[in-house]
């Protein structure tokens, strides 16, 4: 059955209760109270005829008290006028012990036995609905008996008055019918506004009905259909599917939000996707660093709540959401409380089916692309250099080499010669020996390297490169201060290039501080791999100077051959790492190199 015919059928079947119930209330009350009012009257006629018999008895000898009775004319008087005057007294009668009448309100039955009509009082004892249903079986005649004596206390006889019951019955099934028409009506009345009610109750679920029959179903799922009215659970059911697959939409948001998120955390440069309203939807670690915030203080906010409107990035997402149309790059210098940083702008207008949807900005650091542009320029050079020496320098080895041997005999020949000309001879051996070095190191320099990839302890590295300069640093009142941190991880790399790298550095350091001074080693662990810092308090380097300190045969000192630092330079990047130099002429000089974690 239809929720909406459920609800009829219980209305009205609640009216028809509440009808039947009153009506049962009513009849009953009324039963009671005609029945009682009926047989009040019987017994007050009783009692009067009793008192007219008890008069005669006082008047009368016992032994005439029967020819008494049945010729006074009072009595008959009376209880004949009872019959006649009351339409529901049917007879009245006085009788013997035995039932035989002495008195009868009909003549014709003087003397004969009175066969009694059924008791009243047992009539009046049953309960109303006994009562109804006996009235309606037509017991038309019930009595009330009331015994009496002769005045000596012995029983004589008993006084009779029969009531109709036709009247009652009457004036009951009028009330019945009375009732059973306002029940009926009040029924229809209740299945008319329960009518009404469904229909004003249902218009909200119709309206719920259209409004859901809007959403498509998800495949397998049958269409949304409540024409049949047959089964409003289906609305819950709905509901319960509707509200899974809400779930599934939210966490498969949540999911491209994580693999947004990650995706940008892989680039290098800070993007920053806005809202239409200026809301930052996300951004990678970089942009939190760029706005000098962390991403969980901004993700979700509005940019307004935390920077001015002329913030670059607040400028660009303006000008491309009012544009309509990609913007940029271009250069801005944006500084977020540390030093400004030159940044390469540029915004991309989002879509989706309903329009513009916001915006996502990107910004690349000018600096440390041209900076990784030269060191990817160096290596490239070197790299080029490389195949290119090995072959030169194979040219020039060989014609030294036979310098060397004619050199040699050129001194066997003029053993005898001036001391001028021995002279020549040194400084020409001198200078064939001296390039020979120049060409090794060069070659040193050039050659592709194999790594031999061992773990290196820092520490006992440090230790090594120490000991081999101590002694120097003690003649020139150098103080060393070395420091590793705990649980770091060894380095994996190529121990002895290594050592080179920070022997070379530490060399140099020295030969920084002729007159004394501090030299401070640190390595620390970084978020993806080792620190290592060798600073000086040493002479320093002048501005020009230091652009160039990593390229080859680049010396200031008179001894110098300029390969130290290229050598330094080569291996870090050998390594995968970066070298960075800070230094203020007079003021000492730091490097700090940084090597990436290296699986072995
Ligand atoms: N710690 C330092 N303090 C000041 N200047 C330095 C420092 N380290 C290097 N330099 C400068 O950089 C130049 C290049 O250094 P590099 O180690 O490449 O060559 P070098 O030390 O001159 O010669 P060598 O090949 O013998 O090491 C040095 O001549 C010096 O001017
Ligand atoms: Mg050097």
């Given at each position: 059955m239809g929720?909406?015919?459920?609800?009829?059928a219980g209305l009205t079947l609640v009216a028809a209760a509440v009808a039947l119930a009153t009506s049962l209330v009513n009849l009953t009350a009324l039963v009671r109270f005609s029945v009682a009012e009926t047989e009040s009257r019987a017994r007050f006629l009783a009692e009067t005829l009793r008192h007219q018999a008890s008069r005669v008895i006082r008047q009368t000898e016992?032994?005439?008290?029967?020819?008494a009775l049945t010729w006074d004319a009072a009595l008959i008087n009376y209880a004949e006028g009872i019959v006649g005057y009351s339409a529901t007294t049917m007879y009245v009668a006085v009788t013997d012990r035995d039932g035989f009448a002495l008195v009868h309100s009909n003549p014709l039955e003087l003397g004969d036995k009175l066969t009694p009509a059924p008791s009243l009082e047992s009539f009046v004892a049953k309960n109303p609905l006994a009562q109804l249903w006996e009235l309606r079986q037509g017991h038309n005649v019930l009595e009330v008996a009331m015994p009496f004596d002769d005045g000596d206390g012995e029983p004589f006889g008993a006084v009779h008055v029969a009531i109709s019951t036709l009247f009652l019955k009457e004036e009951i099934w009028n009330v019945v019918t009375q009732n059973v028409l306002l029940a009926t009506s009040a029924v229809v009345a209740a299945f008319f506004a329960s009518l009404f009610f469904a229909n004003w109750l249902w218009a909200p679920i119709e309206l719920l009905r259209r409004e859901l029959g809007r959403f498509q179903p998800v495949d397998g799922e049958p269409p949304l259909d409540f024409q049949s009215e047959s089964d409003v659970s289906r609305i819950a059911e709905f509901f319960a599917s509707m509200s899974q697959r809400l779930d599934d939409q939210r966490s498969a948001r949540e999911n491209d939000a994580s693999w947004l998120s990650t995706m940008l955390g892989g680039l290098s440069d800070a993007v920053l996707v806005f809202s239409n309203e200026g809301r930052v939807l996300s951004l990678n670690e970089r942009a939190a660093e760029l706005l000098g915030l962390g991403r969980d203080e901004i993700q979700g906010k509005l940019f307004a709540d935390f920077f001015p409107e002329e913030h670059p990035v607040a400028e660009i997402v303006k000008t491309a959401l009012e544009g309509d149309e990609p913007v940029g790059p271009v250069d801005k210098t944006?500084?977020?409380?540390?030093?400004?940083?030159?940044?390469?702008?540029?915004?991309?207008?989002?879509?989706?089916?309903s329009g513009v949807s916001g915006v996502m900005v990107s910004a690349r650091d000018m600096e440390k692309l041209s900076r990784l542009g030269s060191q990817l320029s160096y290596a490239q050079?070197?790299?080029?250099?490389g195949k290119l020496t090995s072959g030169v320098a194979h040219e020039i080895k060989n014609p030294l080499n036979a310098m060397v041997i004619h050199v040699a005999l050129l001194r066997e020949r003029l053993k005898r010669a001036s001391p001028e000309t021995q002279a020549?001879?040194?400084?020409?051996?001198?200078?064939i020996r001296r390039l020979d070095q120049v060409i090794q190191g060069f070659l040193r320099f050039t050659r592709p390297e194999d790594l031999q990839l061992t773990s290196v302890p820092l520490r006992e590295l440090f230790d090594e490169v120490e000991r081999l300069v101590?002694?120097?640093a003690k003649a020139s009142g150098i103080e060393i201060e070395t420091k590793v941190a705990e649980e770091l991880p060894p380095v994996h790399g190529d121990r002895e290039l290594l050592q080179q790298v920070f022997l070379n550095l530490v060399q140099n350091a020295e030969e920084a501080m002729p007159h004394?001074?501090?030299?401070?080693?640190?390595?620390?662990?970084?978020?993806?791999g080792v620190e290592i810092v060798v600073a000086d308090s040493g002479v320093g380097i002048e501005p020009e100077m230091l652009e160039k300190i990593f390229d080859l045969y680049v010396t200031t000192k008179k001894k110098g051959s300029g390969i130290g630092l290229s050598m330094v330079y080569r291996i870090v990047q050998l390594h995968g790492g970066e070298i960075t130099v800070e230094s203020e002429k007079g003021n000492g000089t730091r490097f700090t190199i940084h090597l990436p974690e290296m699986r072995a």
């Open positions: 929720f909406r015919r459920k609800q009829i016992p032994a005439e008290l029967r020819s944006i500084a977020n409380g540390q030093r400004p940083v030159v940044y390469a702008l540029s915004a991309q207008v989002l879509r989706d089916e050079k070197l790299a080029a250099l020549s001879l040194d400084t020409l051996e001198k200078e101590s002694a120097e004394g001074g501090r030299l401070h080693v640190e390595a620390s662990r970084t978020e993806d």
